[in-house]
């Protein structure tokens, strides 16, 4: 695997379900993101971990709780989700975020999440 | 406050035909990056370019280009001789110098058709 990797690509859940949401990348990189995609609105950036630390948390709702147990690894997960919670949830990573901002975030491939 | 427009919408041409997609930026800082991005139907954003606003040199990668202007605050994209597989939601995004987070404008969806 190379690149940043995300499982499930596809979910379906109800109200009342619990899931997670995973994310993996490949890079060597410390910093690693959430952000939702919502139909016809720009990408709103959820979470933000550097070196397993939270540096941002975008007001997102307490149902939405993420976990990065290492550089390598971040995990997403849900719990009595609303419909208006179903979009595209991609995760990216990039070399850090304490250096020059030019460092380019890579994205996975998303999970595309619908709440019933 | 850090901003980023994209006017258009929504652009459709036909197959060979070419097209520039419109960004425009907002920022209080002297040293910035900018950066496109594409994502096709799949879902993932794929990286194409960055600059940093020191910079305003165009650059030309195969059918690709782009044009920065700080006097206009623009980094517009061109594609040369359009093809079907350009069809996709392009991004721009800028990010300041203080590792902080990229601003996302609202996508344009180009969608090129044979």
């Known amino acids: 695997e190379t690149g940043v990797t995300q499982t499930p690509r596809h979910l379906v859940m109800g109200m009342t379900n619990k899931k997670s949401l995973k994310c993996e990348q490949h890079l060597g990189h410390n910093a690693m993101y959430w952000y939702k995609q919502s139909a016809k609105k720009p990408l709103e950036l959820m979470f933000v971990y550097n070196f397993k630390e939270q540096t941002e948390n975008n007001s997102v709702p307490s149902r939405f709780s993420p976990e990065c147990p290492n550089s390598s690894h971040l995990f997403l997960h849900l719990h009595t989700l609303q419909p208006e919670d179903s979009a595209l949830y991609l995760c990216?990573?990039?070399?850090?975020?304490?250096?020059?901002?030019?460092?380019?975030?890579?994205f996975g491939p998303g999970t595309r999440l619908t709440v019933l | 406050a850090q901003k980023v427009t994209q006017a258009q919408t929504e652009i459709s041409v036909v197959e060979k035909e070419d097209v520039t997609l419109d960004c425009v930026y907002e920022?209080?800082?002297?040293?910035?990056?900018l950066f496109w991005y594409k994502q096709p139907p799949s879902g993932e954003l794929v990286f194409l370019i960055r600059r940093n606003s020191f910079d305003e040199q165009n650059e030309i990668s195969g059918r690709y280009s782009w044009n920065f202007q700080k006097s206009t605050s623009s980094f517009n994209f061109t594609i040369t001789a359009s093809q079907v597989v350009d069809s996709a939601v392009y991004f721009c995004?800028?990010?300041?110098?203080?590792?902080?987070?990229?601003?996302f404008g609202q996508g344009t969806e180009l969608s090129v058709k044979p």
């Open positions: 995004a800028l990010k300041n110098n203080q590792g902080g987070k990229l601003i």
């Open positions: 920022t209080r800082d002297t040293t910035y990056y």
């Open positions: 990216a990573s990039s070399q850090d975020m304490q250096g020059p901002g030019d460092n380019e975030q890579f």
